[in-house]
């Protein structure tokens, strides 16, 4: 019997790599999104285009008893995006609204769970003011502070679906994902993160030109390559862990560090230009120490090796620009 799987958000930069990664396991899986994924035809069995804050979308989505539900959609971006301020309230009435949709309709159809992507922005800002020492053991999330209404949402989502686990044994499961990149993913627009920015910066910069960072640089992240990302989302979907697990990279560096690194893998030499710009909290790391604890694996691959291969793929699309532009 073939395994099915819906995916929702799949038009989206993880939600693509995650149905490449079902087809290759075997099975039938449905996408669903309002755009489809920009960059590379969707595998997807069936990919239905739709707005999954309309209850009705939801409804004909899920006709059927599905094996495995994952909940990716969300209205969401970069630093630029979501710090500015000028997009709070979009972001938490749609993503609400999703979730409402979809914790509800599942649990009237009898799904067993629904897989919920998190975001490491639930983590207090107060634990989050030091670049060198941040705290993101998933226990820290309470007193509840996020750095912005993205994160309070996603928060108040991971709330959603527990009570659903709760009231109505379900076995959802939730992931706090830490800063996903690698190819495929938006690289200009706005809604990129800093991976996609930084390279794009790098391969549209002369070799011996400017390249301008937000803030003073010191700000640190860590960074996953989607390929770990999606392991790690499918081992957790499958399994009886029901609390909220971090799944990221616990290589942290600044985003100098970041800038460095990307110039190497280009070969160019690069003066950076610190400028002002939304930058979220001062510092950023995944506290692996659960993930592994509860499921016997964490991420291991060197932050180089993914941004080789996202630099590589960035740099071809920089070039297409150029091309289509002369």
């Not at 079902?22 to 099975?27: A, D, I, N, P, V």
């Not at 996408?31 to 069936?46: I, K, M, N």
């Not at 409402?100 to 490491?120: E, K, M, P, T, W």
């Not at 207090?124 to 820290?140: G, H, I, K, L």
Request: one cysteine or more; a neutral charge; charged letters at 20%.
């Amino acid at each position: 019997m073939v395994k099915t799987a819906l995916v929702c958000g799949a038009g989206g930069f993880i939600g693509h790599h995650l149905v490449g990664r079902l087809k290759r396991e075997g099975f039938w899986v449905r996408g669903v999104d309002l755009v489809p994924p920009a960059f590379s035809q969707t595998e997807a069995d069936d990919f239905m285009l739709g707005d999954l804050r309309d209850l009705s979308l939801v409804d004909r989505a899920l006709d059927r008893d599905f094996d495995e539900v994952y909940q990716l959609a969300a209205d969401m971006g970069g630093a630029g995006y979501i710090f500015s301020g000028e997009h709070d309230a979009r972001i938490m009435h749609n993503s609400v609204l999703i979730n409402a949709n979809l914790a509800d309709l599942a649990q009237r159809r009898g799904i067993r769970g629904v897989f919920y992507s998190s975001s490491a922005c639930i983590y207090p800002a107060y634990n989050q003011s030091a670049p060198d020492t941040p705290n993101c053991a998933e226990a820290s999330a309470y007193p509840a502070a996020p750095d912005s209404d993205y994160g309070w949402e996603k928060l108040f989502s991971e709330r959603l679906y527990l009570a659903y686990n709760r009231n109505h044994g379900m076995a959802n499961r939730i992931a706090r994902y830490h800063n996903v990149f690698g190819p495929c993913g938006a690289w200009m627009g706005g809604r990129e993160k800093a991976p996609a920015a930084i390279c794009r910066k790098v391969a549209m910069a002369t070799h011996h030109g400017d390249i301008e960072i937000w803030g003073d640089g010191q700000q640190t992240r860590s960074f996953l390559y989607v390929d770990e990302c999606i392991e790690g989302t499918l081992r957790l979907a499958r399994s009886d862990v029901a609390e909220p697990v971090n799944i990221g990279s616990d290589e942290m560096v600044s985003i100098n560090q970041l800038v460095d690194m990307v110039c190497a893998i280009a070969g160019k030499t690069l003066h950076k230009n610190h400028i002002p710009g939304p930058l979220g909290v001062r510092g950023r790391n995944s506290d692996n120490r659960l993930i592994e604890q509860q499921l016997g694996w964490r991420p291991s691959q060197k932050l180089r090796t993914g941004l080789e291969k996202t630099y590589g793929w960035i740099e071809s699309q920089v070039r297409a620009l150029n091309r289509a532009a002369a």
